[in-house]
């Protein structure tokens, strides 16, 4: 018999809330239609569900429907074994049992065929007020991040909770930004940090970690500041970190790896802020700019009148290339003055955006169903992805 066919685990505690969110069942979980998004991939989704008291809990669903995809998963020590629901349950509990902010677990569940993974997925807690580090650091154009009190504040206390994590023998294993949650306490003036999403390559040791898993985490780590072009505030964090002076062979082990993988960050970064300001934009029900734009000529005359709503970001020029299924493909190119049309561009392009017509015109208009026809359709970004926020925020000016 084929262990784990199809298996649900919910807290005892959290039982009825569950089904009263309708997330009782593995069937309730996936069929959810997940409307409040937050973040969206090829084989994931993570939604938020309100309960009535105002309180919330989050999904992450791994979707797997695909050969392709299932035997992937295989090679990651899934077939027969520890889905990844299942090992972030587990790591997440183990973590809060240590006494680390670490977000509270409260489901999982899978189901597989002849052994291959095809859904996953883990419930934990929410709580109004949480941002994630990279959200956080995004807000108003990241201006409050780029001054020295913005890092002043964060600095010392994250610092300091990653360093007690890592003195409890935790690796996190996915220590970027996005995998950190921020609480501001209005009352106390106090930061307060949670992590989430610890990856495959986490571990759990019985003491501190050595020094090759502190240097993987805070790679992961400086590789989100990288990629928010944040760098020069690590050194207050590495500083507390360290408990004094940096550590220079530490900080020396740490960067060239960061860079390495900053570039993919980056581009995560990117595709997140999009789903975050498109959430926003679709439930404050704003209405579409210049009216509603059902057409990709419409959408071009749209943007070639607009006006740049943050030009002092942008001070040189950049090309921007949208390939749309059965439409010419259009190339753009964006100044302090706004955009042009380019029909050769001399150096290239900065950006390119491709897509089907149906779903970036969703987009645009922040249409309700924007986030299933993302799921379920054709969208891909290449380039300069920190180019994405901008455009869309001129397009929704």
């Not at 069929?31 to 309180?55: M, N, P, T, Y």
């Not at 669903?61 to 090992?87: C, D, E, I, K, N």
């Not at 550590?247 to 900053?262: F, K, M, N, V, Y």
Request: hydrophobic content about 40%; aromatic content about 8%; overall charge neutral.
């Amino acid at each position: 018999m084929i262990p784990w066919q199809t298996n649900m685990y919910t807290e005892p505690a959290d039982l009825e809330r569950m089904r009263a969110l309708g997330l009782g069942t593995i069937h309730g979980v996936l069929s959810h239609e997940g409307s409040d998004v937050s973040a969206i991939s090829s084989s994931s989704d993570v939604f938020r569900v309100v309960d009535d008291d105002g309180g919330c809990v989050f999904v992450k669903r791994y979707l797997y429907p695909r050969w392709g995809p299932r035997v992937r998963q295989m090679f990651r020590g899934t077939m027969f074994g520890t889905s990844r629901a299942r090992f972030e349950f587990v790591f997440l509990t183990e973590m809060r049992r240590r006494g680390l902010p670490a977000v509270r677990p409260i489901a999982f569940g899978e189901d597989r065929l002849l052994g291959f993974t095809r859904t996953t997925f883990l419930i934990t807690e929410g709580a109004p007020d949480v941002v994630s580090l990279d959200t956080f650091a995004l807000r108003d154009d990241g201006a409050a991040m780029r001054n020295s009190t913005g890092w002043a504040g964060l600095a010392d206390p994250l610092g300091r909770t990653i360093r007690r994590m890592h003195d409890a023998g935790v690796r996190h294993g996915g220590l970027f930004w996005r995998n950190i949650l921020v609480c501001e306490d209005a009352h106390d003036a106090t930061t307060q940090f949670s992590f989430l999403d610890p990856d495959h390559r986490g571990r759990l040791r019985p003491g501190p970690l050595p020094a090759s898993d502190v240097v993987a985490d805070l790679s992961e780590f400086a590789a989100s500041a990288i990629a928010l072009r944040l760098d020069d505030g690590l050194s207050p964090f590495l500083r507390a970190y360290s408990g004094g002076a940096v550590d220079s062979d530490l900080q020396g082990r740490i960067l060239p790896r960061a860079a390495q993988l900053a570039g993919a960050e980056r581009h995560r970064i990117a595709v997140s802020d999009m789903i975050v300001r498109l959430r926003e934009r679709s439930q404050n029900d704003v209405a579409a700019p210049g009216g509603e734009l059902r057409t990709v000529d419409a959408f071009f005359e749209h943007l070639l009148r607009a006006k740049r709503s943050n030009a002092a970001h942008l001070p040189s020029r950049h090309t921007i290339r949208l390939v749309l299924s059965g439409s010419p493909e259009r190339t753009v190119a964006v100044g302090r003055d706004g955009y042009t049309s380019v029909d050769n561009p001399a150096e290239g392009v900065d950006l390119t955006i491709s897509s089907d017509v149906a779903i970036w015109l969703a987009v645009v208009n922040a249409d309700p169903d924007a986030f299933s026809l993302i799921r379920s359709g054709r969208f891909r970004i290449t380039g300069d992805t920190s180019l994405l926020a901008t455009f869309l925020r001129d397009i929704w000016a």
